[in-house]
């Protein structure tokens, strides 16, 4: 690699090379202007020499050849440090020009970085790179501290037109107008003098300059005096195919026209003269000069003894120092001499003896502590090294010393290290070094910002180019230089930078990182007018639920905003803002399946399918069989997508969720939808299909729908705000007011009362493999394309008065009102409940009674004549009589009985089955589904415990315990009544009467229940009809309410389904009793939601068992009471025991009388133990417990019990065996003899009983084998007869 | 404690699974971009340096002004980056291998996807004790 070719040595070669001072005239500069052009500009085309070919001899004895050359000329007005305002103002026009152009590209897409790496750098890179750094150099030319600005020669050109030339020359030279620099001693003011005489051939023939030539030539000298004829061309219409000076004019107004007056005569003088300059004076003045300055420096500083002067010599100079700048040194001193020198070296291209000489000068600036020039050699040095092309280590490390002593030791070196720094860059990146290259960027990157913006985005670049390209690098560069030109006004620029870093970022997960750059985009798009665009980058941002609460609003109001400066009611497509949960979607539609209310919606298909199945006719039937063969084409079109009817809407059930923090209002949601007359069926079968298959046409659909003919169909509008982070159902309907092919495609909404937003279900469903609950095997778009079929009259239902909440065991009556809305008529009603215990379907006559009076039991003893009928299974369906049909303006009422039977919450569904009359249309049926969900608060708890009556085999006790289980009612206790043909129920004590039951209270009250002696012959009588001592009432007092019948229709429909649901296994018929205990809420004013209605609660307790744990029952028979002469003979009773076997077995007794101590207690008074009617139950033990009174008269126990004389020994047989058949009695006497006067216990028997069960029944571990009974208490008391 | 310090776990396919600002400074709203801008700006350097060296930790690797990156990367490529300010080298060196231990026992995890983002509170609170204790 040559380095002179490379974009450094480029550089280098034009930048660093010999400055000719130009001093001219005024009337010169006029002259020239009439081509358009200042005197240097005229020249300076042709002081590029790229075959000069002059031999160069340098310190060195050898002479080399130059090629290439070039030359610098400047007016010596502008030898000066240039003025960094100025420049600045100039760079920022020229960026803001570039800014102007690039807005043409603004719309495009930003190109991606692949395409940017396949092309070549140069196309890249924006071509006023090049033009800002050149210039950023050359913001540092003519500074003290570096020698290749002085000028070498210096060129005084006067006019021909001048009076009096030859003074002219004199003053032009004048210390007066002479640069600063060569004033005060920084630049060697002996420069070698070239005097040139401009001829205007407009003005004069050229005979006149020559004239004036000779005269001077006498004066300056012939080789110093020049003359340049101009202007030739007399027309001033000399066309130059390629003109050489439109690269050298930066605001070319009119490039064709310069030079104009300019023939090929002149330009060839001009090329002439400067061809000579360059040849003849420049480079032999400069060669010279090295030469000289070589010998000075060799002869002070060069060899072993001047290098220890040298260092002995400035150690001593140390402390006059001063510490920041250094020693100011003349263009005398022996450093700036050896600068020069080493310049000089440099622009011949001497590099060796520039390198040596550089070396030298480093070392003693650097002692000096003279950090600007000790930075300027380091940074000659690395360059130098670079042009050697050999060590690149060295280059760099000169080149990186420079730049931290320039950016570290130097006040004000930014600039310096600037250059410095764009030097170094171009060094790393002819190497490829383009990471490297991207840090120094960055490093000289700087504060101002147009500056900083220009490097950062340079930085960018070498990120791009490096290897392997560093993209998020690339990015990050862009966006912070599109930040710092943002900071400058440079909208454009920073638009264009964050355009590329958007291809960089895009699809990026790095949440904020996308927010900043398509937010500031947006802003920017809108700042300069452009909404459309800033709306694309702003719908990217709304998606920002990782920001705060106030960035979210910023965002949001700025989309807004910049949505309504767009104009047009802008219709945005995928608007991102709500979320829609795609997978949350439902249809709902109505086709033979109607529903009553929303909650009936939500039931499982499958539920509802199940309870149909014993209503709806079955499917082949009720559809078309192959006879009818008209309507079979149609129907088996219909079987592919779903059926809907004119005039009934379908409910699109859609999930919004807003995932921002703050609430977003959306108005005007609606569905989108499209429908089809049915010819265009095919037509549009076939484009949809196409149409999925790319995402654009579906965009065009959607607009094409938004705009679609409305009339056909209504679409429900909803308005609803969305709170931060909430899920919104938001129900949608269409109807369709005509028949043909219905489409759901969307749905829309207006986002804040401006933009329209549009969710395509098709796109976003395809994907997914769609399941819907109702229809598996369907795909999803079937279940949003309808065929709609006109309209078919439709039942609407409604159970009056049915309350939410009820107590357990309430019975009320209910009134189903089923209406017809449209024309035609409907039949053959059906209809089944799920729960017939809880929900009864009453009789035609029922409708109009009053409840709960039609219960009582008629005094008159007339019956009702509802005589309940078993019905025939639970759950069997109910036909209404045929007769009935339902029209538009006659609603059909029926009457319901309702028995909330347990507590808990009650799902009650209800399938109404109707016909329709009008034959002909396609749907012969539909169904009407009705939901209810009740809860049921437990109210009353009742339980009955029935023993047998020790004293009698037909009758029990029954204990009834009632206890209220809610804490906000009182109930008053009706009425109990048994059911079954043989049972018998009466209180015990007839005046006892429970109280009113006051909330979570409970009490125990007994009753007794007799067998009926069964009639002979009605054995076959169900057990249901009730004999009539079956009801007892239990309410306080005569309040006039008479009993209710609990055989009337509702009451005992309910009691057969309680049957069903108690039922126990392994019951027999006549071993158990049914209770039902009727009751009434007592009005109170309690919050217990529950509405108060003159209502009846009924609680029915089943198959309570009367057995008791024994299979075996006795009683015991005899006198209670005797009057016996004891003095005569002792007390000889006889007594008689009644067996009887309730099993079903065969059982073997034996009964034995004991006459052990333990047993036979005399008892003080006979009237302490005896069953009182006293509330409550007490289990009596006598072995535990012994009541004695306080007036004990007589004996102690304890000490007759000591005495072991026993009053009383059974007589007769001591064991008695016997064999009693199933459920058969048995008698046996028992005698018993008593001594003295008293009361006895006869309890001291026992009862050992052992079943024989047959041979296949037996093994059941459930029933007990065998066991013994100690003897009831039988109480006998003897008294004396005198 | 470092006065500004992000730290963010990258999966092995670019998308960060964590972010935790662990710094003892407010955070500030606009930091958080340059913050991430920073640290994905620091990956190009993370997948070249990866692969020259055998330790996890990469030490400091990249710099923004005076904000320095240190990274951590785990044997399944899943990169732990920490944006700092304080120079703390065997601090942080601590804090990477305690948050590996954290993330090995969420990948152990039967719920957790590998890759998915971290959403575990219990970890979050781990991670921020870690950084008080070390950063």
Request: glycine share 4%.
């Amino acid at each position: 690699m040559d380095p002179a070719n490379t974009p450094l040595g480029r550089m280098l070669l034009d930048e660093i090379s010999p400055v000719v001072m130009v001093l001219t005239t005024p009337l010169v500069d006029e002259a020239c202007q009439k081509n358009g052009l200042s005197f240097i500009e005229m020249l300076s085309p042709f002081c590029v020499f790229n075959n000069i070919d002059v031999p160069v001899r340098t310190a060195s004895d050898q002479p080399y050849r130059l090629q290439k050359f070039k030359l610098r000329l400047f007016y010596a007005s502008d030898i000066r440090q240039p003025d960094l305002q100025v420049t600045k103002e100039r760079l920022k026009e020229v960026i803001t020009k570039a800014g102007e152009e690039e807005s043409l590209n603004l719309h495009l897409d930003a190109p991606q970085p692949d395409d940017l790496l396949s092309r070549s750098e140069s196309e890249v890179l924006p071509s006023w790179f090049k033009f800002f750094n050149k210039e950023l150099i050359r913001t540092l030319s003519f500074s003290d501290h570096e020698a290749f600005d002085h000028p070498v020669v210096c060129l005084l050109v006067v006019s021909s037109k001048d009076d009096q030339p030859v003074n002219r020359f004199v003053d032009l030279f004048n210390t007066d107008q002479l640069p600063s620099l060569l004033n005060d001693g920084a630049m060697d003011p002996k420069i070698h003098k070239l005097y040139l005489l401009l001829h205007d051939n407009q003005d004069a023939p050229p005979e006149k300059a020559t004239k004036f030539l000779s005269e001077m030539k006498s004066t300056f000298g012939a080789n110093a005096l020049q003359l340049l004829c101009i202007n030739s061309s007399r027309d001033g219409l000399v066309e130059h195919l390629e003109n050489p000076w439109t690269l050298y004019k930066s605001d070319a107004l009119s490039t064709h026209s310069l030079g104009r007056f300019l023939n090929k005569d002149d330009v060839n003088e001009i090329k002439d003269l400067t061809q000579d300059l360059a040849s003849k004076h420049v480079i032999p003045s400069m060669e010279e000069k090295v030469r000289v300055l070589n010998q000075q420096v060799s002869a002070t500083r060069k060899g072993f003894r001047n290098q220890i002067k040298n260092l002995w010599w400035r150690k001593g100079k140390e402390e006059s120092l001063d510490a920041s700048n250094g020693p100011t040194y003349t263009f005398s001193s022996t450093e700036s001499q050896i600068r020069v020198l080493g310049d000089y070296a440099f622009m011949l291209r001497d590099y060796e003896l520039a390198l040596s000489n550089y070396r030298l000068i480093s070392t003693d600036y650097k002692l000096d502590k003279a950090w600007k020039r000790y930075a300027g050699v380091q940074e000659m040095m690395g360059v130098t090294y670079f042009m050697l092309n050999h060590s690149r280590k060295e280059a760099e490390y000169c080149m990186e010393n420079a730049f931290n002593t320039y950016l570290k030791n130097v006040p004000a070196g930014h600039q310096n290290a600037t250059r410095c720094g764009l030097w170094w860059i171009e060094m790393l990146k002819a190497r490829d070094q383009y990471k490297e290259a991207a840090s120094v960027y960055f490093h000289i990157s700087g504060e101002e910002s147009l500056h900083s913006a220009v490097m950062l985005e340079q930085a960018s670049y070498c990120y791009l180019y490096s290897k392997p390209p560093m993209l998020r690098k690339y990015g990050f560069h862009l966006v912070l230089s599109g930040n710092q030109y943002k900071k400058c006004d440079q909208i454009k620029h920073a638009i264009r930078t964050y355009q590329r870093a958007i291809s960089v970022f895009k699809g990026t997960t790095w949440s904020y990182i996308k927010d900043h750059v398509h937010f500031h985009v947006g802003q920017w798009y809108a700042f300069l007018g452009l909404y459309d665009a800033a709306v694309v980058h702003m719908l990217e941002v709304l998606m920002c639920a990782h920001q705060s609460k106030t960035t979210q609003e910023l965002f949001l109001k700025n989309f807004l905003h910049f949505v309504q400066k767009a104009g047009k009611a802008c219709e945005v497509l995928k608007l991102p803002l709500p979320i829609i949960n795609a997978s949350s979607l439902k249809v709902v539609f109505e086709d033979h399946r109607t529903y009553a209310s929303p909650a009936a919606i939500g039931v499982r298909e499958s539920l509802w399918r199940s309870f149909e199945e014993e209503v709806i006719p079955s499917l082949p039937t009720a559809r078309t069989n192959w006879l009818e063969v008209q309507s079979k084409p149609i129907s088996r079109k219909r079987k592919e997508s779903n059926v809907c009817i004119v005039g009934e809407a379908i409910q699109v059930d859609v999930e919004f969720k807003n995932p921002l923090q703050i609430s977003i209002p959306l108005t005007n949601v609606s569905l989108i939808c499209e429908l089809f007359e049915r010819s265009d069926e095919a037509q549009t079968d076939a484009s949809t299909s196409s149409e999925l298959q790319n995402n654009e046409h579906i965009n065009l659909t959607a607009e094409r729908l938004m705009n679609f003919d409305k009339s056909s169909f209504a679409l429900s509008d909803v308005d609803c705000t969305l709170e931060s982070g909430s899920t919104t159902m938001v129900k949608l309907t269409v109807t369709p007011r005509e028949e043909g092919i219905l489409n759901i495609v969307g749905v829309k909404w207006r986002l804040s009362g401006s933009v329209v937003g549009c969710y395509n279900f098709l796109t976003t469903t395809m994907k997914k493999t769609a399941t819907r609950k109702k229809k598996q095997k369907r795909s999803f778009t079937d279940n949003l394309k309808f065929e709609v079929i006109k309209s078919l009259p439709k039942l609407e239902g409604l159970i009056h008065t049915l309350p939410e909440k009820v107590y357990a065991g309430e019975l009320r009556h209910l009134t189903l009102e089923l209406s017809n809305m449209s024309e035609a008529a409907v039949k053959n009603l059906k209809m089944k409940i799920s729960h017939p215990r809880f929900l009864n379907i009453g009789k035609a006559e029922h409708l109009k009674v009053k409840y709960p009076t039609c219960l009582e039991k008629r005094t008159d003893g007339e019956q009702t004549g509802s005589l309940a009928q078993p019905i025939e299974g639970s759950d069997s369906v109910f036909h209404f009589p045929n007769d009935i049909v339902v029209r538009k303006d006659s609603p059909l009422s029926w009457p319901l009985w309702f028995h909330a039977a347990v507590p808990g919450n009650i799902s009650l569904y209800i399938v109404l089955y109707y016909e329709i009359e009008d034959a002909e249309s396609f749907m012969k049926y539909r169904t009407l589904r009705m939901f209810y969900n009740l809860e049921v608060l437990p109210a009353i708890d009742v339980s009955f415990q029935i023993s047998p009556l020790p004293s009698t085999l037909q009758k029990f006790l029954v204990r009834m315990d009632v206890a209220s289980r809610t804490s906000l009612e009182d109930f008053q206790i009706h009425q109990l009544s048994s059911l079954g043909s043989q049972w018998e129920i009466s209180l015990i004590d007839t005046l006892f009467h429970p109280p009113l039951l006051m909330s979570a209270q409970a009490f125990t009250c007994f009753l007794m229940l007799k067998r009926c002696e069964k009639p002979k012959g009605s054995d076959e009588v169900s057990s249901l009809t009730p004999c009539i001592g079956g009801d007892v009432k239990l309410s306080p007092n005569d309040d006039g309410e008479s009993l209710y019948d609990i055989s009337l229709s509702p009451l005992s429909d309910f009691h057969n389904c309680e049957r069903l649901h108690q039922e126990k296994p392994s019951q027999g018929d006549s071993d158990t009793v049914d209770f039902v205990l009727i009751s009434r809420r007592v009005h109170s004013e309690s919050g217990s939601g529950v509405s108060y209605s003159p209502c009846l609660l009924s609680n029915h307790a089943c198959h309570c068992s009367i057995s008791s744990s024994s299979p075996i029952s006795w009683a015991v028979e005899g006198p209670r009471e005797i009057h016996h002469n004891f003095s005569a003979s002792f007390c000889e009773v006889s007594l008689r025991m009644t067996l009887y076997n309730s099993s079903d077995a065969v059982a073997s007794l034996r009964v034995n009388t004991l006459d052990s101590n333990q047993s036979g207690f005399l008892l003080s008074d006979s009237s302490a133990v005896l069953p009182t009617n006293q509330e409550g139950w007490y289990n009596v033990s006598l072995e535990s417990e012994i009541k004695v009174t306080s007036d004990v008269r007589g004996t102690i126990l304890n000490s007759l019990s000591s005495e072991s004389i026993r009053p009383i020994i059974w007589s007769g047989s001591s064991s008695t065996k016997l064999q009693l058949e199933p459920s058969s009695t048995v008698q046996i006497p028992l005698q018993v003899c008593i001594f003295c006067p008293g009361t006895y216990d006869l309890s001291n028997y026992v009862v050992q009983w052992n079943l024989q069960w047959p041979i296949d029944q037996g093994n059941e571990e459930t029933r007990p084998n065998s066991g013994t009974c100690p003897g009831y208490p039988y109480y006998i008391t003897v008294l004396p007869s005198s | 404690m470092a006065t500004t310090a992000c730290f963010i776990i990258v999966s092995r396919n670019d998308i960060p699974i964590y972010e935790a600002e662990v710094g003892s400074t407010v955070k500030r709203e606009d930091a958080a971009h340059l913050h991430q801008f920073i640290l994905h700006a620091a990956q190009d350097i993370v997948q070249d340096l990866a692969w020259t060296t055998s330790a996890m930790f990469l030490k400091a690797i990249d710099r923004f002004n005076d904000l320095v990156v240190s990274v951590y990367v785990t044997a399944g490529h899943t990169r732990f980056m920490l944006l700092h300010d304080s120079r703390n080298d065997d601090g942080i060196k601590s804090f990477f291998q305690e948050v590996h231990e954290l993330y090995i026992k969420t990948l152990l995890n039967p719920l957790y996807l590998p890759g998915s983002r971290i959403t575990s509170s219990h970890f979050d609170t781990k991670v921020r004790a870690l950084a008080r204790k070390y950063l």
